[in-house]
Structures are given as C-alpha cells and as structure tokens.
C-alpha cells in the first residue's frame, strides 16, 4: 500500500503543450510538497501545501500551477512547456504542520521529458 | 548563505570494506539535519534526523554523527544492498536544503 504515490511515472511530450502529475498520499499528513529533481540529482523545492493552502512558492515560473482539492492530494499542471522542463517531479508530505520542517516522504517521481 | 556540500560525489567500494560518507554544511539556525537514501528510478527514502552537535543514530550497518560544521553516514560492512544516492538535507531558520548527494556502489 504506496504512502505516497504520483502519476504517471513518464512523461514523453513536445515543446508548448501542457501537462499534469497527480499526487496522493495516504499517511494523514497535513503538508505536501512539489520538489524537481534536476540532471545533477539537486533536489529544489517548488511548492508547499499545508491543508489544502499554498505557504511555499519558491520562484517558480507561472506555467507551473500546484492545486490541492483536498490535504491528501497535491497535482501540478504545467502550461507551455519548455525543453528546461524536462527533470524528475517528486511530490512529498510530512507529518510536520510547519512547512520545511522534519523528515520528508516521499514518492517515487515523475519523469519529464520535452522534446 | 545557506549551503550543503556532499563528498565524495561518488564511492565505490569492495563489499566489507567500510568507509564513511561526508555532508558539509552551512546554515543559519540549525534545526535538523537529515539522511536519506535514494535508489534509481526511486524517491528519497527517510533515514535519520539529527539535531544536535554530538548526536548519533544508528541502523543496521549505518550510522550517523553530527558536529556543528558536519556530519559523517559511516558505513560499516557494506553489502551490495547498500549501494544507493545517499542524500543529506538540513534544516535551517529558513531552509531545507539538500545536497547534491554521494553515489555508493558496494561491489560482491
């Protein structure tokens, strides 16, 4: 039973279009996270979610837009994509209320690849 | 500024053939720092919370000390099952920063 589970694993499209990851976690936690995991393996946070509401928006371009509908869930849907896009999307949550604060579950990425 | 610098970038080893990992870190406040294991294709899996000078924390071949400029994954052992991305993060007044992270290959 995936404590944190994302979809799709791959992502294979072209220049412009848009897409969406989907997230869910199932440990009741009440903060999640999008980080992106560049070429490097640097991993940079992107968003943080504490209870349906936005608290961290790291300098993230607009095409990027995280939506939770609820504290299980946190999808990102990424208008216009760019070739610098391309990386592994990793969702996360913590148990912990304050965002960036303790041990981070996460799960297990999705690979984006724009031609 | 705020950074986290991991050393080696890559580690091979023989299997037995213990060694330790670095994490070097600067930051204002520290309020924890944090070891996790990635595998390929996979997500980072939590390992260990440290949070002061001094402290350590141990699991099954790995353990993990913390001074106030660094801290060191001693591994003692190892096993194939071992090799993985190990990844250090830290905690700070304002951040939670991960390092670049030391890839460790144990051979048989």
């Known amino acids: 039973d995936t404590a944190v589970s994302q979809t799709p694993k791959y992502l294979v499209t072209q220049m412009g279009n848009d897409k969406s990851i989907k997230c869910e976690q199932n440990?009741?936690?009440?903060?999640m996270y999008w980080y992106k995991q560049d070429s490097k393996k640097f991993l940079k946070i992107m968003f943080s979610?504490?209870?349906?509401?936005?608290?961290i928006n790291e300098t993230v371009p607009n095409r990027f837009s995280p939506k939770s509908p609820d504290k299980a869930h946190l999808n990102l849907h990424i208008n216009s994509l760019e070739l610098g896009d391309s990386a592994v999307y990793f969702c996360?949550?913590?148990?912990?209320?304050?965002?960036?604060?303790?041990?981070?579950?996460f799960g297990e990425g999705s690979r984006l690849t724009v031609l | 500024e705020d950074q986290v610098t991991q050393s080696p970038e890559a580690l091979r080893l023989q299997e037995g053939e213990s060694s330790s990992l670095n994490c070097s870190y600067t930051?204002?406040?520290?309020?924890?720092l944090f070891w996790y294991r990635q595998d390929p294709g996979k997500g980072p899996e939590f390992l260990f919370t440290?949070?002061?000078a001094g402290e350590e924390k141990e699991k099954e071949r790995l353990k993990a000390t913390l001074t106030k400029k660094e801290s060191f994954l001693h591994i003692t052992a190892p096993k194939p099952e071992d090799s993985a991305t190990y990844l250090c993060?830290?905690?700070?007044?304002?951040?939670?920063?991960f390092g670049t992270g030391t890839r460790l290959k144990v051979l048989a």
């Open positions: 996360a949550s913590s148990p912990h209320l304050s965002p960036n604060t303790g041990e981070l579950f």
């Open positions: 440990l009741g936690h009440d903060t």
């Open positions: 979610y504490n209870n349906k509401e936005l608290i």
């Open positions: 930051v204002s406040g520290l309020r924890g």
């Open positions: 440290l949070y002061s």
């Open positions: 993060a830290v905690q700070g007044t304002y951040k939670y920063i």
